[in-house]
């Protein structure tokens, strides 16, 4: 028999209906255990990465995070100050992973690891939510790193020039000017929006950085977020976090982003924090196998995209404890990012800025983005550079005879002209092109004086 038309809607309905599933009920659990950065809570089930309300006598909220679980137990770290938590506390799971919401407005501002504005600038207008831990891009589907950017920094641009979409490690020990170097390109970029993430630095160095170094013409077409050292190390994770997110909202728009990270290694430490704290076991000086983990993770989000000519380039500071580059999160921050710029502090201790160690430092992308005259320019100036510094103190003092090496004599002859040609003021601005015309110019000199000490 025939079904009319109401019969037929009907048992749609109740076929719709049976399909959908019925809210899972919050389930409260209770804080039993605080040790250190570790929050314990039973009788709550939430996913790791969600959010958690932990709410303390005379109604005080504290918002924390799930870090790990064991058994019937929830480990949990807060997003703040921790004081006034009792046993037996409540914990309300928030049930959904931490997104974040970003709109235009951020450019111009200074916000700190939360997305919350620090600079007095009134409350942002955001309308686009997106996943704080991003979205995996095919690597397939990247776009190819074939543009060259442009820093701003002559030595960079000529020397060790940069793809757009490409990730570069700065290496550094502490006072040798890696701040300043990445205020000069966050001043002096042609890259259309620049994001710096600011992460475990000590909090006098934001101001600092945001007024001084970076001022009112680097902050228009930038982004900072803030997440200094006295932050909780889940602040301070996610604060690199949102840095990433912000340039991939960006990104996604077509425009060329330049992320600037200080520090990767601050990123770590944060991590070590959170693993040691929740019993994970050491591993490599420390290290627990979540912080080698971690560090790909957040590396892998910047690049091209794979639709559009968005693109994000990245600068990791990386701190080299006691100037050693062995050190583990340099050596792994190393063989994942597209090259590495390394500051000396023998350099900086001259006066030389910025000091940039032409010998140690390659960009790994550098042949696939520039002309085959400017690379063997490149690989010219380099070689004279590297013949004087293994010379130097043999030249120092008096011991190496004119005349003994051709390519010695040379490299004594120009190294006035490579050091001048290498070092920058910070207010000076010398984009692509002029850096490459220069980095010619000088090749020309070198090929000159190398005719010289030949018929000579």
């Known amino acids: 028999m025939m079904k009319n038309p109401n019969q037929r809607w009907s048992e749609s309905l109740r076929q719709k209906l049976q399909l959908v599933k019925e809210p899972e009920p919050i389930v409260e659990g209770r804080l039993t255990r605080m040790v250190g950065l570790t929050l314990e809570a039973i009788g709550c089930q939430a996913a790791?990465?969600?959010?958690?309300?932990?709410?303390?006598?005379?109604?005080?909220?504290?918002?924390?995070?799930?870090?790990?679980?064991?058994?019937?137990?929830?480990?949990?770290?807060a997003m703040g100050d921790s004081r006034g938590l009792v046993p037996n506390a409540r914990v309300i799971p928030g049930g959904h992973a931490s997104e974040v919401?970003?709109?235009?407005?951020?450019?111009?501002?200074?916000?700190?690891?939360?997305?919350?504005?620090?600079?007095?600038?009134g409350p942002l207008i955001a309308e686009t939510t997106m996943p704080l831990a991003g979205q995996v891009i095919n690597p397939l589907l990247r776009q190819p790193i074939n543009q060259p950017l442009d820093v701003g920094?002559?030595?960079?641009?000529?020397?060790?020039?940069?793809?757009?979409?490409?990730?570069?490690?700065?290496?550094?020990?502490?006072?040798?000017?890696?701040?300043?170097?990445?205020?000069?390109?966050?001043?002096?970029?042609?890259?259309?929006?620049?994001?710096v993430g600011l992460i475990g630095e000590r909090g006098r160095e934001v101001k600092e950085f945001v007024q001084?170094?970076?001022?009112?013409?680097?902050?228009?077409?930038?982004?900072?977020?803030?997440?200094p050292a006295d932050a909780p190390p889940l602040i301070r994770i996610h604060g690199a976090m949102l840095a990433t997110t912000i340039a991939e909202y960006f990104r996604d728009q077509g425009k060329q982003v330049l992320l600037l990270m200080d520090s990767l290694s601050r990123?770590?430490?944060?991590?070590?924090?959170?693993?040691?704290?929740i019993s994970e076991p050491p591993a490599t000086k420390g290290y627990p196998p979540s912080v080698f983990a971690r560090i790909p993770q957040l590396v892998e989000r910047a690049g091209n995209s794979s639709t559009g000519n968005g693109s994000i380039t990245a600068f990791y500071t990386v701190l080299t404890e006691g100037d050693d580059t062995n050190d583990p999160i340099a050596d792994a921050a190393r063989g994942i990012l597209d090259?590495?710029?390394?500051?000396?502090?023998?350099?900086?201790?001259?006066?030389?800025?910025?000091?940039?160690?032409i010998e140690a430092s390659v960009s790994r992308v550098m042949p696939m983005i520039v002309s085959a005259e400017q690379l063997q320019a490149s690989h010219r100036i380099r070689r004279l550079y590297s013949n004087y510094e293994q010379n130097r103190d043999l030249i120092n003092v008096g011991a190496y005879q004119s005349g003994t090496s051709g390519e010695i004599d040379e490299a004594i002859a120009m190294q006035p002209g490579i050091a001048q040609f290498m070092q920058q003021g910070m207010n000076e601005a010398v984009d692509l092109s002029a850096s490459q015309q220069q980095l010619k110019q000088l090749a020309s000199k070198t090929e000159i004086q190398a005719g010289v000490n030949v018929s000579g």
């Open 48 to 77: 790791v990465g969600t959010s958690c309300d932990i709410v303390a006598p005379g109604d005080h909220h504290i918002e924390a995070e799930v870090v790990g679980f064991s058994g019937e137990k929830t480990y949990l770290m």
């Open 101 to 121: 919401k970003i709109s235009d407005a951020f450019l111009g501002r200074v916000i700190d690891g939360r997305g919350r504005p620090l600079d007095g600038k």
């Open 153 to 195: 920094v002559r030595a960079i641009n000529s020397m060790l020039s940069v793809g757009r979409g490409q990730r570069m490690g700065l290496f550094a020990g502490t006072g040798v000017g890696k701040s300043v170097l990445l205020g000069m390109m966050t001043r002096f970029t042609n890259a259309d929006v620049t994001v």
């Open 212 to 227: 001084d170094i970076l001022g009112p013409r680097g902050l228009q077409k930038a982004v900072v977020v803030a997440a």
């Open 267 to 277: 990123f770590a430490q944060a991590q070590r924090e959170i693993g040691l704290s």
């Open 339 to 357: 090259g590495h710029i390394v500051l000396s502090r023998q350099l900086a201790e001259q006066g030389h800025y910025p000091a940039i160690d």
